[in-house]
């Protein structure tokens, strides 16, 4: 069957230290894959996007990775702060659906 | 642009009752999504409108809800007749294509409560 993981409900780190978010997909074939951040009572906001050609994508502080032959993608949050505390969705693309959701890693950055 | 608008953000009604949930998309999208978020089950699509056709709507739980789209920056999303377990926070979303570089802008949710 068709499935998204993202490594756990909670990580929790300290302010400072890199983050690192998982996202394995299983019997599917994205072309695309993108990284959404969900704060508490709002709508996810698009974060990044990476193709299935590139092996990393960089945005300030942030930086994925996607590996098509481990079918996963790693999110990273450097030198985090606590303003970086939210759930992280991942989402993938392939071709004639719309995006598939993960169910989300909550974040929990300490000062 | 204001964004996708979702009304009402909080809706509390009693089982049986009927629940209608209303997004504008943002002006220019074609697309429009509807979702369903909650703890057990994550965020799941439950229908989507290109040009306000209804294109996938395998993800309606069943026939109790019912989506329309009548014009391009007006959907409904109804409930009918609703139940505790369709308590969950309804995400409507836009985007101007399905192509895996367009990105989805998505409302503020409005957050359901069947007693």
């Avoid at chain 1, 698009?46 to 050609?53: A, M, Q, T």
């Avoid at chain 2, 509390?12 to 697309?31: A, F, N, W």
Wanted: overall charge neutral.
């Amino acid at each position: 069957s068709q499935k998204i993981e993202q490594n756990s409900e909670a990580l929790n780190i300290q302010e400072g230290k890199t983050a690192t978010l998982t996202c394995n997909y299983t019997n599917y074939s994205p072309a695309y894959l993108q990284w959404y951040r969900q704060d508490p009572g709002r709508g996810p906001v698009f974060l990044l996007l990476i193709r299935e050609n590139e092996k990393e994508k960089r945005k300030e502080r942030l930086k994925v990775t996607f590996d098509t032959t481990l079918k996963q993608s790693l999110f990273h949050i450097t030198a985090s702060q606590p303003a970086d505390s939210a759930t992280y969705l991942c989402a993938l693309h392939q071709a004639g659906t719309a995006l598939i959701f993960g169910k989300g890693t909550t974040l929990s950055v300490s000062s | 642009d204001a964004g996708v608008i979702q009304s009402p953000r909080h809706e509390v009604t009693e089982m049986g009752q009927e629940v209608t949930l209303r997004c504008k998309p943002i002006s220019g999208h074609d697309y429009l999504f509807w979702y369903r978020q909650t703890m057990m089950r994550g965020l799941e699509l439950l229908i989507y409108f290109n040009n306000n056709v209804p294109i996938d709507d395998s993800g309606m739980p069943e026939d109790r809800f019912s989506a329309k789209m009548p014009n391009a920056s007006f959907s409904t999303l109804k409930i009918q007749p609703s139940e505790p377990r369709d308590s969950a926070v309804y995400f409507c979303a836009s985007s101007l294509s399905t192509s895996g570089t367009d990105t989805q802008y998505f409302g503020p949710g409005t957050r359901l409560t069947v007693l």
